[in-house]
Antibody, heavy 120, light 109 residues
């Protein structure tokens, strides 16, 4: 079964660092892109960026460039989203999603989401 | 800043047909924007429905279809079921960047 399993919920204080993960299984991890999506409480989906674990090619949405870092460790089929200094406004649910650009741009499998709460 | 616009809300009767649209602030949406459509129910992760304008995933019910309509991407639900009540999002490709629409809340009643 193809799936993306994300790390558990996090509660952090402003200024702390954080790295959340998204582990792929059931498919060739290096042959698909992994995108990251933010959903603030009660709001819509926002595209943050995407990485191709095969060669670590990474693209950021302008709104998130410099605010987060997307990375991947293909040896353990895991993609990451990290912050160096969290803000209260980073409180949101974060999803990873698998993407393919061959045969059309298809985003198909979603992770279950990781809730990040930043509060003093 | 590119903006992707969807109807904030729509209401449809069970068994009816409804079309949701997705417009780009840059102009007409074409197949080169590779529109994807997703469904999200409260408390759940999004679920993929349509990719590259009109292609269905293996799990996408037959009543969902995607197209280009009047310069917009469109998602049509034919024979709407109560379980189709959800938020629907489109995603457009801008040559490396991607942008979600604001979402359409579909009410079935």
């Amino acid at each position: 079964e193809v799936q993306l399993v994300q790390s558990g919920a996090e509660v952090k204080k402003p200024g702390e660092s954080l790295k959340i993960s998204c582990k792929g299984s059931g498919y060739s991890f290096t042959s698909y892109w992994i995108g990251w999506v933010r959903q603030m409480p009660g709001k819509g989906l926002e595209w943050m960026g995407i990485i191709y674990p095969g060669d670590s090619d990474t693209r950021y949405s302008p709104s998130f460039q410099g605010q987060v870092t997307i990375s991947a460790d293909k040896s353990i089929s895991t993609a990451y989203l990290q912050w160096s200094s969290l803000k209260a406004s980073d409180t949101a649910m974060y999803y990873c999603v698998r993407g393919s650009t061959s045969g059309g741009h298809a985003f198909d499998i979603w992770g279950q989401g990781t809730m990040v709460t930043v509060s003093s | 800043q590119t903006v992707v616009t969807q109807e904030p809300s729509l209401t449809v009767s069970p068994g009816g047909t409804v079309t949701l649209t997705c417009a780009s602030s840059t102009g007409a949406v074409t197949s080169g924007y590779y529109p994807n459509w997703f469904q999200q129910k409260p408390g759940q992760a999004p679920r993929a429905l349509i990719y590259s304008t009109s292609n269905k995933h293996s799990w996408t019910p037959a009543r969902f279809s995607g197209s280009l309509l009047g310069g917009k991407a469109a998602l049509t639900l034919s024979g709407v079921q109560p379980e189709d009540e959800a938020e629907y999002y489109c995603l457009l490709y801008y040559g490396g960047a991607r942008v979600f629409g604001g979402g359409t809340k579909l009410t079935v009643l």
